[in-house]
């Protein structure tokens, strides 16, 4: 087995405003500032990059070279879909003129990625879909949601795109809100490059057992990605991986590795009041005590459990194998 790879969402070393604190809970950090933090994390390999890049105006080789200062790669570009512009939708947008702008931004951000020869596009569309009843004619939004997703596939054969679910915020109700319909979209629109990017926090608070989740998008060959973090269930707290849903989480890891799924553990927190580095350091420790647990999980006791599905039996065996090495 290879090395497990942690990353980073870059945001993690950013700061940020809300509508409350609209002075922001810390001074503005450009992506050259966030990426020099990363670098201070004891593990972290790769990051997954907003594009525009933030805080000023940089190239791609500026970029790489504070990424290379930090022997940092690129898992993933985030093009920002979901600024003011959008604010009314990207692939959805009613105007036509602001839809093509979206396609124009995510087709540079895949110059990005084919210049950092990261994994995947990684699509957002936190402002596709509506707040009211009556507001849209939930076809069209629908099928313009998979048209956009499926346009720029097909021209950019050559890269993975993957579709971060989520059920609600910015929008009351996001198009593309929970694994079982994401995957409806993708296999409609039926192209390969096109995967999910199953984030732990948006299953869990959307009603998902993300275990099950994880399953589901792999039995369709459609799990390209995730992010974890953790949350009350009621929002997405983005609150630090492990520190509510232990082990939910463990489960959603299990599943991962039982299917020999393998791929980079990335990190989608955002430590508002808290020190970005030791919260990323924080969150990678505990998932080493997840990849620590895994190892001594007796799997073969657990199979026996949950053939019979034996609920005590396999949370004894999962808890067993979990708590002591936490
Ligand atoms: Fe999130």
């Known amino acids: 087995m290879t090395k497990q790879k942690f990353g980073a969402g870059i945001w993690h070393f950013a700061t940020y405003l809300d509508r409350y ?100 596009v990684k699509l957002w569309p936190g402002q596709d879909g509506w707040d009211y009843p009556f507001q849209v004619d939930h076809g069209v939004v629908w099928k313009n949601s998979m048209d956009g997703v499926g346009q720029l596939a097909s021209e950019n054969p050559d890269l993975k795109f993957v579709i971060e679910y989520k059920p609600r915020e910015p929008r009351v109700h996001m198009n593309y809100d929970s694994v079982a319909r994401t995957l409806l979209g993708i296999e409609k629109i039926g192209l390969p490059n096109i995967g999910i990017l199953l984030d732990f926090g948006h299953a869990i608070y959307g009603g998902e057992s993300a275990a099950d989740s994880a399953q589901l998008a792999i039995d369709y060959g459609r799990l390209f990605g995730m992010d974890v973090n953790d949350n009350y269930r009621s929002w997405d707290d983005d609150l630090v991986a492990g520190s509510l849903h232990p082990i939910e989480l ?77």
């Open 21 to 120: 604190a609209t002075d922001g809970y810390g001074e503005p950090r450009s992506v050259l500032d966030a990426i020099a933090l990363a670098g201070k994390v004891r593990d972290l390999s790769v990051v997954d990059i907003n594009y525009p890049y933030f805080g000023g105006s940089f190239s791609n080789e500026d970029i790489k070279k504070a990424l290379d200062k930090e022997s940092l790669g690129v898992i993933g570009i985030t093009p920002e879909i979901y600024t003011r512009e959008f604010s009314k939708g990207a692939f959805t947008n009613p105007d036509p003129g602001v839809r093509r702008r979206a396609h124009d931004l995510i087709t540079e951000a895949c110059d990005a990625v084919r210049y950092f020869n990261a994994s995947y």
């Open 250 to 326: 463990f489960e959603f890891f299990y599943v991962l590795k039982k299917n020999n799924w393998e791929g980079v553990w990335n990190l989608d927190q955002f430590p508002f009041r808290e020190d970005s580095v030791e919260t990323a350091d924080h969150a990678i420790d505990f998932l080493k005590s997840i990849e620590k647990a895994l190892e001594d999980l007796d799997i073969e006791a657990l199979s026996e459990a949950q053939s019979k599905h034996d609920a005590i039996g396999a949370l004894k065996i999962a808890q067993k194998a979990l708590f002591k090495n936490i």
